[in-house]
């Protein structure tokens, strides 16, 4: 295909697939490959001046190739005039540290940045580079993993902001595009690493099914794309009205279901269904555990359909993060796990018991009591005087609130493992975007409370307590 076809095809995925509007601003995340290179050559071609950033993310995992990376990105965006933005983190102790696979722990914090730097700078569209071999790639995944019919659609053109203007586009278009551009790029050596299941199908799979059977595998997989997104879209209409006639969102977060319309709807439906109401729970902070997002296990919609057709009131469901369902006498309840905020708050009752306010010298501390004991707010803290005054005598650091930095850890109340303050905030599932904003009082790197979140065990009230100190933090206006 020569170079002014593929332009051509590009442009036409851009604005009619990928839903681009005149007067948007787009932030192209470009690793420095050949096929994030070609994007982003294409959208400089075609945005009017001022529309277009570019962001690359530097994984650490690859040595110097993944210094080599940034630079070339940075220069090419330097070199075209175009809005440069960076970040990195170390994926591989990141993985470790958070127990997850090394390609699922770049995802997320690749597109944490993403979707941040877009936000925080003003951009509409986030654009990513999967070409239509990426997407023939993940369909055969999704079918060897065992998939529904939406594993059959492959990638999306547009997840929210996020495009893939690319997806029509082949590998060799995308080459013979940069060629006749004169344009160069880097080359990734862990493509090459059949260690990743991806790059085993990629390199070998394909290319072995395609050459059996005596055609382009990948071609036919495509052609799938189209059938399925029709039957997934009539599917999820179908699925979005059961959920808006037979469900209620209470005022905590929980989502109510009428269990007599779920066992009479149809099972696609109703395994739809369970999706969005699973994505739809709230914490306590008025967050989503799955962020929305319904790439939820099969087997745990199975346990929430099995119980919900079962009738039986009591027993509970396991969802995942912390999501549990049961049957109440006023319809299938879908919630989140509250009982370590219940200990916690018994907790809190047990060391208060026994003691009275106090007056420490030039401020008071008021305890304030409820049925189930104290419940300070987001700015007060109670602490046992002696341990406080003990800690800042050891480090001999006065405390300072501040936001959380490296090394940062606490033993959370009523642990005695220490936790880095990073994987606290990924543990209570405080998103991305928020955590830079949090607030930690340390002294040194002994962090003695996270305001709103944890309070830490060393500092924790007991009968032995004389004296209890009060902090109260008052906020800036």
Known sequence: M???????????????????RAGEKILAAVSGGADSVCMFLMLKRFLPEGALGLAHFNHKLRGPESDRDE???????????VPFYYDSADISAAASDEKKGLEECAREYRYDFLKKTASDNGYDIISVAHNSGDNAETILMHIFRGCSVDGLCGLRYRSDNIIRPLLDIDRASILEYLQEEHASYVTDSSNADNSFMRNRVRNELLPYISEKLGYDAGRVLLRQTEI???????LESRAAEFVSENTEMLSNGDVLLDPEAFRNTDKAIGRRALRHMIASVKDINGD???????????????????????????P???????????????????????????????????????????????????????GRGFTPGNGTVFFDKAKYIAIINASGKAPVLRPFETGDSIIPFGMTGRKKIRKLLIDMKVPYEKRKSIRVLAS????????????????????ETEEILQINIQEER
């Open 2 to 20: 020569k170079a002014s076809e593929t332009y051509n095809k590009f442009v036409a995925s851009l604005t009619g697939r990928c839903g681009y």
């Open 71 to 81: 630079a070339f990105t940075r220069e090419l965006a330097d070199r075209l005039g």
């Open 228 to 234: 399925s997104s029709a039957e997934r879209d009539y």
């Open 288 to 314: 989503s555990p799955y962020g929305g997002r319904t790439d939820i296990e099969f087997s745990s919609i199975e346990r929430a359909a099995e119980l919900i057709l079962s009738g039986r009131k009591g």
């Open 316 to 370: 509970e469901a396991e969802i995942g993060r912390g999501i549990k369902v049961r049957l109440t006498h006023s319809g299938a309840l879908f919630y989140i796990d509250r009982s370590n905020e219940e200990k916690a708050s018994a907790d809190a009752e047990d060391q208060t018991n026994g003691f009275e306010s106090r007056t420490l010298p030039g401020e008071e501390a008021a305890i304030v009591r409820t």
């Open 444 to 463: 040194g790197n002994e962090v003695l409370w996270v305001p709103g979140l944890c309070t830490s065990e060393l500092l924790r009230i007991t009968d």
